[in-house]
Structure formats: C-alpha cells, structure tokens
C-alpha cells in the first residue's frame, strides 16, 4: 500500500487497443450455456431458453472521442445512442433497451445535461428502443458518457464476424470517408474561430460531411433489407474504426484473406472534394478514417443476384484462403498487404474516434 512508484510499467501503447483487451481478458472462459458469445465481436451474444439476445457497451469520453468546442450537446447524446446502437445492427439483430451511465464535472449545469438528453431521447424515439436505466456521478474533469445497448434476434438469426467463407462477396452500406472529413472541416473552422471569433463558418457546403461526423445514423434499415432481400449474411461487423480495420476482423475471427478492390470503394463527390481540399488521399481517408457507422458484411456469391444493382449496397471485393492474406487490389491492379491504420485510442489526439 502506498508504494510511490510502479515497479514496473508496461506502456498501453506497445500492446494496441486490441492487444491490451486480449492481454487482459485471456484468463475468462465461458462457463455458462447461456453465453453463445463472449468478447471479440459487436456484442455479446447470449440465450436464455428463448431467442438469442445481443450485449453491446461503448464509452465516449470528453477531450478522447468528442470536443465541445464543435459539438452541440444534443447531437453528442444522439451520437452516444446510435454508435452502441450500430453494433447490434452488426449482429443482424434488433436493438431493444438501452442504459445511460454519466459522470460530470461541475462546469455542465442542467441546461446543458437537458440538451444531452434531448438528443438521447430523440435518438431512443427515432431507433424505438426504451431507456430502462443508468448511472449518474461527478468527475473530477470533463464529461464521460457510457451507454449498454441490448438487442433480440426477431424472426432473423445474429451474424457473428466470424462466418465468412472463401470466395464470399464483400460488402458495404453507404459510403465511406466523410465522418472523418466532417471531424477535419469542424477542426478547420474551430481554429479560424480562435484567431476570429467575429468568424461565421459557412459550412452549408460541407453539410453532409458535417453531419456524418456530428450527426451519424446506425444503419438500422440495412438488417431490414438484406431480410427482405432474403439474404443473410455470413459474417457482419460494423465499421466504427475504419474499412481497413474491420476488415481485419473478419478476416481474423474468420480465418480467411481477402481481396479488396480500391476503384470499388464507394465515395460521396463532396467527401472526394473536401479530400482534395486537405490534400489527403482519399483512399487513405475510406480506408483508415472511421465512424462512419456503415455495415460491413460478407455474402454467400450465390446470393449475389439478390442485392445486385442495389443503390444502399456496394460489392467491394471477395474473400480468399487464410494463407492468401488481405490484400489492397489498388486502381492500378497491384496487390499490396492490407493494414489497420484505424484511429487507435492510445494514440490518437482528442476528437472523431469511437473505440
Ligand atoms: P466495437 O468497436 O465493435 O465496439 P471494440 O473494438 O470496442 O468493439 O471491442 C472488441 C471486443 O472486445 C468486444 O467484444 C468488446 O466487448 C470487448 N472488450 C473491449 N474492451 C473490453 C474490456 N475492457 N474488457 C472486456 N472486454 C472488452
Ligand atoms: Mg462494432
């Protein structure tokens, strides 16, 4: 006891995000028939003699995943539902309750907490899920907000991230990139703003950016179409960190490579714009920006036929053998290893993260 010093001191950063969940959770077995799935997808899966059931926790944290300089309160507490949200729908599942736990410090006063909710309240009306409960306690700086999601499978079975095959299609929702441009143009003006706070950003041009990265919505109606559709997929995460990233994970949990098609990752002409504008690349930017909030599955190719030419949906690449590895198909056909450059929470400054 009050030792002054650590004897030792490993840094988190060495390990990653992912090495230090694995590091520390090693030692946990399942050891209830009730637990179908524990740690290392969307969520937890579970079945307690009835319909399976699906667990999802995230943390977002003042100063690590948001700043309150761009951020209006009510669209955070709508973003704090809908990121937990997004990882049932990865599980193919429906999502049903939700808590809220806060801690506060003494600079928010209830007007502010009064806005947070309103966006928790317009986001639970929206998803048509019950708030059932939380936890509220001071902190000694800054605001942290921790929503637990829990979801049903309905009529429709969970995908896991680990039922891909080789030769399966993959594919996206949406398109990819602009959350992360928002987080850049929101950075811009805020910085413009600090020399000349007389200055009015005119963001009209960069709205969908801006509200990608503001305002996100879980993609809810893509668990409803792909039913419709008839299709189910063989694996599905949700892409919260990056393309790149996610698809690491299912090729991991699945035992599988991939091949991934540059030219086939779907962009919003005002995201490749506002790339040009910041000089960046924008396949970098899709592959690496994260919180987009798109889903990211694999189908069987059989399948293929039913989701063809569909506007929500882009076939992006396949699956190959493990031994092939993931692989970048880039626009000048070359085929380059595939790595994680998702934001990682060790590393990564404050603003636009959702580890
Ligand atoms: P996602 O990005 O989908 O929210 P994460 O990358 O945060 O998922 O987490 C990956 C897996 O690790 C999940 O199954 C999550 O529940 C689990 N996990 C994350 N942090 C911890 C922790 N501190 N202890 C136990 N499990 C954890
Ligand atoms: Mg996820």
Redesign the pocket.
Known sequence: MFESKDPQKTSLESLG??GL?QH??QA?EIKKPSTLL???????LMNFGGEDVAL???MLVEGVHFDLGYTPLKHLGYKAVV?NLS?IY?MNMEPTQLTVSLAVSNRFGLEALEELYAGIYHAAEHYGVDVVGGDTTSSTSGLVISITAIGIAGAIEAVKRSGARPNDLLVVSGDLGAAYLGLQILRREQEVFKVNPQHQPDLEPYSYLVERQLKPEARKDIVGLLAELGVKPTAM??I??GLSSEILHLCTASRVGCSLYEEKIPLDPTMIGAAEEFNMEVSTVALSGGEDYELLFTISPDDYPKIKGNPNLTVIGHMTDEASGAQLITRTSQSMPLTARGWNSFRQPAGGQ??
């Open positions: 995000e992912f969940i520390l959770t946990f524990g740690i290392g997808d969307d969520a937890a999802t926790t995230d990121v990882d990865a995460i949700d919260s960190d959702n580890d």
